[in-house]
């Protein structure tokens, strides 16, 4: 078995704390659930609408290239700034390195 037909096999498992501080909108949505997995798939599917909507956004932004001054500094009927959605996804990209 290759090293890539490993990875598709594994899952991932996520230990993470979060405070009102960090994100008071996430907090309060994920407290309205009991813990357990009613929480955990609310979680889950924030993150898999985060994850379309910034591919959206971006594929909007990149489809239809426009110059920086002539661009607005977010959208307004989304409230989200190209910019930042495009320096998060590019944080968050899987490379192919060493540390996969």
Avoid at 20 to 42: E, H, I, S, T
Avoid at 54 to 73: D, F, I, K, S
Avoid at 78 to 97: H, K, L, M, N, W
Wanted: glycine share 6%; charged share 25%; proline share 7%.
């Amino acid at each position: 078995m290759s090293a890539v037909d490993t990875k598709v096999d594994r899952s991932v498992r996520l230990l993470f704390e979060l405070s009102r501080d960090d994100n008071p909108r996430l907090f309060d949505d994920l407290m309205r659930f009991n813990k357990g997995p009613k929480r955990v798939n609310r979680l889950r599917f924030l993150a898999h609408e985060g994850l379309l909507a910034q591919q959206w956004l971006l594929g909007m932004t990149v489809a239809a290239p426009v110059p920086m001054a002539a661009a607005p500094r977010a959208l307004p009927h989304v409230g989200v700034d190209p910019a930042v959605a495009r320096q998060t996804s590019q944080a968050f990209e899987v490379s192919g390195g060493a540390e996969d």
